[in-house]
């Protein structure tokens, strides 16, 4: 744990103090406190594998394999994933940690339940290569559900940002993954979370 400490005191404050969700056994803020509550009521208990895009330290990936799914948290990061790795490991290994860039993992496994989108598909909208790479993978993906958080107006539409507007690119995540239905499960640091279905 002690490594774990060191890391997370160092991003808290680089971060004022706060991390996405709650990490536990660990004294901090979060930005997104009650996210998995509210999440609870559209878990489908037919949905058995989940696949968390960017999972960081694994907040939600734990909240999720609690419950009894099969989670596959991917984190590319090369400084998350040693803590996102022992947290894995001090809950008792409930889920599979993988070291990868989504883009490459999911070219070789696309068949999940539910897809995890929190805080992460913005990070691509900022090129078009990085646009063009979350097409193929929305396009690609067999999944039955997927909770959606996208990031800020403002920050989806930061200079050389391909998307024009939030809305407009809640919609396209929707029909890019094969979405038809859309439910706002709240709204958390001013950002709304969805919930979507085929
Ligand atoms: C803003 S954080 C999201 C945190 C988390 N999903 C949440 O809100 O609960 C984005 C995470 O995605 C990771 N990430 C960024 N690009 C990635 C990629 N191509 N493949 C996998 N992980 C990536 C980052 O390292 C970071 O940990």
Known sequence: MRKLNDRLKKYLKKYN???YAEIRGYDHDALYVGRFEAMKKYIRPEAKTVLDIGAHFGEMSLEFAEIGKKVTAVEKSTSKISCLREYCRKHGNKFNVVH???FDYTQK?????TVLALNI???FTRTE?????LTVMLRRLRI???FFLPATTEELTEEGSVVSTKNAFV???MS???MTKKILVGTFNKRNLYYFQR
């Open 17 to 19: 103090g706060k991390l």
């Open 100 to 102: 990868e860039d989504i």
């Open 109 to 113: 496994h696309r068949d999940f339940d």
């Open 121 to 123: 598909f913005h990070h």
């Open 129 to 133: 290569d990085g646009f063009k790479k």
């Open 144 to 146: 039955t559900d997927m």
């Open 171 to 173: 919609e396209w995540v």
């Open 176 to 178: 890019q993954s094969g």
